[in-house]
């Protein structure tokens, strides 16, 4: 089975500017979660997506939001970029909603962003 | 909220030697997951292995195991045998029983010396 797959590898943008960063989960899995993860450091969770319903959201601001649409795929948006936006994006995806499901995220490749 | 915390920031083993990686973590829940990740340069994000906090016996697959220590929050990665393959970055991570948040520490680089 194929694993996560995330597009594009690398974009490179201008402050101020937008993007969207997309994610296919492993087949069979309904649950998509985000994380940024800067130069040096651990991930940080940003959404998690279960059944095109957001169920859980980290400590990042309201430029930040996704959806999931019903093929269980995401979409990861950030508008009016910042420096501080650089970082590795990660997807990851498993089973269920979580909670005592208990099943393990499977990461995708990653997107690195780099706003100038 | 849960904190995971990786006191070493990198670690050298030469290879086929054993190498313990330490991860602390805090949380006041009884049932919870932990897990650990390696993400080599390519920096695809892999599970190492995973351990569930009601399990008693240490969790183990092929040259990786786990020293968990329930009552201390202190959850190490031992990898014995270490190959050229085994340099990479590696994560502790920790999930609650409820949702699907993974909290991750600072990492620790590997590297393995021939």
């Known amino acids: 089975d194929a694993g996560v797959t995330q597009s594009p590898t690398h974009l490179i943008k201008t402050r101020g500017q937008q993007v969207t960063l997309r994610c296919s989960p492993i087949?069979?899995?309904?649950?998509v979660s985000w994380y940024q993860q800067v130069l040096g450091q651990g991930p940080q969770f940003i959404f998690q997506y279960y059944e095109k319903e957001e169920r859980g959201r980290g400590n990042f601001p309201d430029r930040f939001s996704a959806r999931q649409f019903p093929n269980y795929s995401s979409e990861l948006n950030v508008n009016a970029l910042l420096l501080g936006d650089s970082a590795l994006y990660l997807c990851?995806?498993?089973?269920?909603?979580?909670?005592?499901?208990?099943?393990?995220?499977?990461f995708g490749p990653g997107t690195r962003l780099t706003v100038l | 909220a849960q904190t995971v915390t990786q006191s070493q920031p990198e670690m050298s083993v030469q290879e086929a030697e054993t190498v313990t990686l330490s991860c602390t973590y805090d949380?006041?829940?009884?049932?919870?997951?932990l897990f650990w990740y390696k993400q080599p340069p390519s920096r695809q994000m892999i599970l190492v292995i995973r351990q569930e906090a009601y399990k008693q016996q240490n969790a183990t697959e092929n040259r990786f195991s786990v020293n968990f220590q329930k009552a201390a929050k202190s959850f190490s990665l031992k990898i014995s045998d270490s190959q050229l393959g085994d340099a990479a970055m590696y994560f502790c991570?920790?999930?609650?029983?409820?949702?699907?948040?993974?909290?991750f520490g600072a990492g620790t680089i590997l590297r393995v010396k021939s």
């Open positions: 949380t006041s829940e009884s049932d919870y997951y």
């Open positions: 087949s069979g899995h309904k649950s």
């Open positions: 990851a995806s498993n089973r269920g909603a979580g909670g005592q499901y208990a099943d393990t995220q499977y």
């Open positions: 991570a920790y999930r609650s029983e409820y949702g699907n948040k993974l909290v």
